[in-house]
Nanobody, 113 residues
Framework: QVHLVESGGGLVQAGGSLRLSCAAS??????MGWYRQAPGKQRELVAL???????TYADSVKGRFTISRDLAENTVYLQMNSLNPEDTAVYYC?????????WGQGTQVSVSS
């Protein structure tokens, strides 16, 4: 059974930093990453990373967020710097394997102005 356990969310002032972690178990995943959903908005891509280290970022986070992955620990990280109130959302861990997509339970990130 696949489990994705997120940690690292919280409240931070604008300009601050947070680091999210997502520990996966139960399978090997080709791609892992993060999506987010703000109140009243659709869930959107934040960043993805493949097993070979190829990355994809949303334009809104390029240069501020960095995604990384520890294959041995089956964990994906999201370092978020220069946070602004528009980054406030529930952040969801995402993992993909052949034929399946999996989601974490979400972790709240709130950025105060």
């Amino acid at each position: 059974q696949v489990h994705l356990v997120e940690s690292g969310g919280g409240l931070v002032q604008a300009g601050g930093s947070l680091r999210l972690s997502c520990a996966a178990s139960g399978s090997i995943f080709s791609t892992m990453g993060w999506y987010r959903q703000a109140p009243g908005k659709q869930r959107e891509l934040v960043a993805l990373i493949t097993r070979t280290g190829a990355t994809t970022y949303a334009d809104s986070v390029k240069g501020r967020f960095t995604i990384s992955r520890d294959l041995a620990e089956n964990t994906v990280y999201l370092q978020m710097n220069s946070l602004n109130p528009e980054d406030t959302a529930v952040y969801y861990c995402y993992a993909r394997r052949i034929g399946y997509e999996h989601w974490g339970q979400g972790t709240q990130v709130s950025v105060s102005s």
